[in-house]
């Protein structure tokens, strides 16, 4: 019966180690992928949120100064001058514009981007007739009621990167939670499992001596 006894101590060692291995292998596989979740959620901080978080600033100072440019101007009668700026302003504007279409864009954010873009070809119509009026006073107020509008919508643009920034910290909170948390029962199972291996050698050697001991039978 010896023979029997090591089998079935053996069976279970190995059922043992390979439940062992699956968990090792399930674990790892976890771990890749939340890994490559982390790589797509830092990928996105940056090129979706701090990137346009940046042209939003930038595009925001670049209609603050030609506020101020333009009202200089008419205190001035400078025509030539604010039309050639207004061609200069208006293709730094449109290229950070077209950087930031190329982002990740949220529905909502889709919204107000569709508004920013309708109201900038209003802003430059009316900085044409402004230039081809003579710079008149009501062209004037009429354009700088745009500038407003579009200085509000950048500020809801950047509400919204400030937000999806937040989410997506505490997205990555999560996976490295999750991340951890496998780990932690990773390093459980091997615990247990090399606990009942021992065992298992204990008693296989336990059963052993006792077989030796046993007197033999007498005929």
Known sequence: MKWTFGVQ???IAALLLTFVLAVVLFNNRMEKSNIAKLEDTFSSV?????????????LSNLIQEKRLFVEQCILNNQRDELSNY?????????????DYEKTLLTP???VLFSDLKNR????????????????????LKDLDANYEKE?????????IQLTEGKHLHENSKKIAMSNASSSQFEMTILIIIGLMIHA?????????SSLKEVPPVMN
Do not use: C, M, W
């Not at 940056?46 to 930038?58: F, P």
């Not at 207004?86 to 077209?98: M, P, T």
């Not at 900085?127 to 062209?139: N, T, V």
């Open 9 to 11: 101590q053996k069976a």
């Open 86 to 98: 207004f061609a200069e302003n208006s293709s730094g504007v449109q290229q950070l514009i077209s």
């Open 46 to 58: 940056y090129h979706d949120r701090l990137l346009v978080e940046n042209y939003i600033y930038r």
């Open 200 to 208: 298992l050698i204990f008693a296989s050697r336990s059963a052993i």
């Open 120 to 139: 900038r070809e209003t802003i430059v119509a009316l900085e044409s007739d402004l230039i081809r009026g003579g710079l008149a006073l009501p062209a």
């Open 108 to 110: 909502e954010e889709e």
């Open 151 to 159: 200085l509000s919508l950048l500020s809801h643009l950047s509400d």
